[in-house]
């Protein structure tokens, strides 16, 4: 289910593609004039926009080209004819995809599941790998040689912090203002987590594999050659 802008002016037309999409589960709203879809884009961004060029208040590449200027939102333009020229200008300019009217509810939603699974981020989540070290962003989930590690929040906020800063050294005074969001505090504070996470990651400050002290400076989360 996705939440979807109709912009049309024609009532009729406007009424059969609102009732094509609500049937197959969509949120639908809608607009009959191009400045109100401008602000319905900036007030409730939607996941899709079925633009019909040919409006009362502006020319449609007009259209296009304000939506474009406050949204990146995928923009199926509904055209009335099918001119190569103008479909062909309509996409340099930033239309995802057109559709020639009339057009089917198949057609419609067919175009509209494409742009929409484009539009949606690659992959389930977002994983830093270090070596044996993968660190799932999204699902705050962390594994070392496919294991999962037990971590408290804020060992892995530490961990993630590094491993997406492999091979550098990241000084304290950055990690207490990035993962403890202070602006002082106690070397000891870090000392602590970083002593907890390695015994997790089942290594020791002696002879480390992932977290490397660098003295004086900070530390570094090295990928193991
Ligand atoms: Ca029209």
């Known amino acids: 289910m996705a939440t979807v802008l109709v912009v049309e002016d024609d009532e009729y037309v406007r009424s059969a593609i609102i009732q094509e999409l609500s049937r ?80 089917s509810g198949d057609h419609l939603n067919a175009r509209l599941e494409a742009v929409l699974r484009r539009a949606r981020p690659a992959g389930p989540s977002k994983v830093v790998r270090a070596g044996g070290l993968a660190v799932d962003l999204d699902r705050r989930e962390a594994t070392v040689d496919g294991v999962p590690l037990t971590l408290t929040r804020r060992e892995f906020d530490l961990l993630a912090y590094l491993a997406a800063r492999a091979d550098r050294v990241v000084s304290r005074k950055e990690l207490l203002a990035e993962v403890w969001q202070q602006s002082y505090g106690d070397d000891q504070t870090i000392d602590v987590h970083l002593s907890w996470l390695r015994r997790k990651l089942g290594e020791s400050a002696s002879a480390p594999r992932y977290l490397h002290t660098v003295r004086g400076v900070g530390v570094m989360l090295v990928t193991p050659r």
Do not use: C, N
């Not at 996941?47 to 040919?54: K, Q």
């Not at 409006?55 to 990146?72: I, T």
């Open 24 to 103: 197959r589960r969509h949120a639908v709203r809608s607009a009959g004039r191009a400045l109100d879809a401008l602000r319905e884009i900036t007030q409730h961004p939607p996941d899709a926009v079925i633009l019909d060029l040919g409006l009362p208040d502006l020319d449609g590449s007009e259209a296009l080209k304000m939506v474009r200027s406050v949204s990146s939102v995928p923009v199926i333009v509904a055209t009335a004819r099918d001119d190569e020229a103008e479909i062909v200008r309509l996409l340099q300019a930033g239309a995802d995809d057109y559709l020639v009217k009339p057009f």
